[in-house]
Every structure is written in C-alpha cells, then in structure tokens.
C-alpha cells in the first residue's frame, strides 16, 4: 500500500534567506502521508512512534512542487514501520523571469526517512486481509532450455518443482505438461503422472490443470486431462493477441471447456488477459455457464493483452461482483511490482517460470519457487499471513 501527497509549498514555508524551507516541513508531510497509510490500513490516524532515520538531501525553496509518497515496509500487531521519500517534481524559474516555472526532466529527492507508527490493537476498526494464496506457474507452454535452464519438462522435474513451491509458500501449483524434448503437451497421461508424484509427496498442494495449452491447440487436446479431476483447471474468458500470434478463445470453446469442467467437477479460474474478458464471465454467469463467485486471475503484460501497470490492476479488480476473489499473473518485468500490489490491495498472487525468469533484474530464478519466496518475503514485511492449504482451499471455494 502507497500514498502520495503533491505539494506546493509557499512564502509562508519558507523561514531562511533565499526563501529556503526547514526540514521540519518535510517532516510534517511525511505525517500526512504515515495518517493516510493508517487510515486505510486501520481505519483510525494512528500514532507516530519515532523516525530511525532522516536523510536531507537537497535543499527545498518557496514554490518548489514537492511529491512525498510514502509505504509500509513490515507490519507487526500494532506497530507499522514506513519508508517516506520526498521529491521536487517542478520549480520556479526566477533566472527566466518572475513566472516561470518548469516540471523537472528527473525529479530530485530532496528528504528520505523511515519510522514506525502504531496502532493500538483496540482501535483496529479494519478486517485484515485474507491469507495469501500462491500460486506457482512453474512451466508454462512458451519457455525454452534456451532462455532458462531451470524450466521443468518432465514429470519428474515437474514434481520437483511443484514440492519445492509448496515448501516456499505456494499453495496451488498450475501447471502445463511438456514431451520429452520440451514441446509443450497437454496428454493427460503426462498430467496423470506428474499429479500422483506431487500427491505422493505434497498431498495438500492444490492442482490446477491448464487449459489453455499452447497456441494453436484444439478443446480436446487442452481439456482432456480434465477427465483425470483436478482441483482447479485455468478456463480463458476471451481471445487475446498473444505477441505474433492470438491466444484463440471463442465462445463456444469457453463453453464447451466450462461444460467439460462442470462435468468433472473442476473449479475454473477466470483468466482475464483484457478487460472486455471480464464482461464476458459476467455475461456467462448470468446464462448460467459458469458460477459466480468465482476466482478470476488478471494475466497483465502480455504483448496484446493488457499492460501490467498498476492502474490497470486496480481498474480490473474494481469490475468484479461482489465475493469475488481474485489474483494477479503479472508477465516479465511486471511479475514482482504487480505482486506487491497485489499483497496490499488484498487479492492474491500467480508467479513463476511460466511468466517471468528473473528473480531480479539480469538474474535467472533458479527455479518458480524463488519466486514464491519473494512473494513470501512481500507479504510477511506487510504483515499478510501466507495460507494454509486449508485456508487456501477456503478461500478459493474448493472442497476442504
Ligand atoms: N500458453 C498460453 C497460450 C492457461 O494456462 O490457461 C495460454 C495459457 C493460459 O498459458
Ligand atoms: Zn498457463
């Protein structure tokens, strides 16, 4: 969770020769910021507690535009540590003439701090948020031996994978199948094996079976497995330009895939790639050809698809009916951001090889569940409890 505050400040700020503003005004609206941080998080202003460190870095002048944001960085019972930076977004331009002005090419940081406020545990008026659900998109259908050498192909390997994300902290793992030579597969006999090698070993972790495969596949060949009853299968509400290619979802293939699911008494998770997809699952629901509540899964970053920025999340999740829940696939470079966000705003959390290679920037994840422990790291800093398979399969609707 973030907050930011844009400020102009005035004469009035300023105390010292050349209009120079004190430091202490830089302190005042990091205070706004931290009341505004506990509002949302508490509902009530909470108490600032004490700064741990305060950097002045650049000196602040009547007139300058200032942005202050300001984020949680652990959540404990009652306390809650921030980080705060302040920065010059425009400043006047008295050498031009008495009104000239300009927003700055690079915003120059001119305060950093962090602190710790508290809010007594009786003055909480907020639910907290539910448990964390990940989920572990450990191969996919689109990722080579070439741009990783840590994507699983065989049963085996999947396996391995599987249990090491539920070690991690994943709760449901989704999974694609690959042949021998790493082509994608959706054979319900490569889905048969790789479920009873996870089951033998990590019987709780949730399985979610693709169905949407790789492009180009038909409705047998991406449902088939269904028949095998996992927990969950993935079910695409929509076509999508999927980089060169489209990721092909008619309707009647939603519906046939739906009737398949219902059939085997799999429960679909809604991916949404656009936002005209979530139109589309509420259009099915209402002629009964999924069931609402549901879990849908915003997969944002695909070239074609919808951008990963945050806004876009925050627009998606404000369409969904009511008891919805929801998480958030964010592809490449949007992976980690859109997981933090994810964490604070409540939804919940897909990562892995599937989407995104790097743990950070330049660097090869060595396998999906670093991805999860970076998830893990996020929500405990925030103060989100991760799910426990029970409270995972509560949460997503399954059968306990
Ligand atoms: N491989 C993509 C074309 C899903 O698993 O349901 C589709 C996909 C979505 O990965
Ligand atoms: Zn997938």
């Known amino acids: 969770m973030k907050a930011t505050l844009r400020i102009r400040l005035s004469s009035h700020d300023a105390h010292y020769g050349g209009g120079l503003v004190d430091g202490a005004r830089m302190l005042g609206l990091f205070g706004d910021v931290a009341t505004e941080l506990l509002v949302r998080l508490d509902g009530d202003e909470g108490l600032f507690r004490a700064y741990d460190e305060v950097e002045f870095l650049a000196p602040v002048h009547a007139g300058d535009f200032i942005e202050i944001t300001g984020e949680f960085t652990a959540i404990g019972r009652t306390s809650r540590r921030m980080r705060f ?38 003055k909480q008026r907020l639910p907290t948020l539910p448990p964390l659900v990940i989920t572990a998109a450990i191969c996919g259908a689109e990722v080579f031996r070439d741009a990783t050498p840590y994507i699983p192909y065989t049963p085996e390997e999947l396996a391995a994978e599987a249990v090491r994300c539920f070690d991690a902290g994943a709760r449901v793992v989704h999974l694609h199948m690959r042949e021998p030579d790493g082509r994608p597969s959706q054979r319900a006999d490569l889905f048969d094996e790789t479920s009873r090698r996870i089951r033998a070993e990590r019987p709780e972790l949730i399985l979610q079976y693709s169905t949407g495969g790789a492009v180009g596949m038909g409705v047998p060949e991406r449902a088939d497995a269904l028949k095998l009853g996992p927990d969950m299968c993935s079910l695409t509400m929509g076509s999508v330009n999927f980089g060169e290619d489209v990721f092909l979802n008619t309707e009647p293939l939603i519906r046939d895939i739906a009737a398949r699911a219902r059939a085997f008494g799999v429960v679909p998770e809604l991916e949404i790639f656009d936002a005209g997809h979530v139109d589309t699952a509420l259009r099915l629901a209402r002629r009964g050809i999924i069931n609402l509540p549901a879990h849908f899964d915003f997969v944002l970053g695909v070239p074609g698809g919808m951008s990963g920025s945050n806004d876009r999340l925050e627009f998606l999740v404000g369409l969904l009916p009511e008891g919805s829940s929801w998480s958030v696939a964010g592809v490449g470079r949007f992976e980690l951001p859109l997981a933090r966000l994810a964490v604070g705003m409540g939804g919940h959390v897909r990562v892995g090889l599937e989407d995104n290679l790097f743990v950070d920037k330049g660097v090869l994840a060595k396998g999906s569940y670093e991805l999860v422990e970076r998830v893990v790291a996020m929500a405990t800093a925030f103060g989100r409890p991760i799910a426990t398979p029970a409270q995972a399969r509560q949460g997503l609707r399954l059968k306990p």
């Open 85 to 122: 930076e302040a920065r010059k977004v425009a400043t006047p331009r008295a050498d031009i003439s008495d009104s000239a002005a300009e927003v700055l090419a690079e915003p120059i940081v001119v305060c950093r701090a962090s602190g710790t406020c508290v809010t007594p545990a009786d």
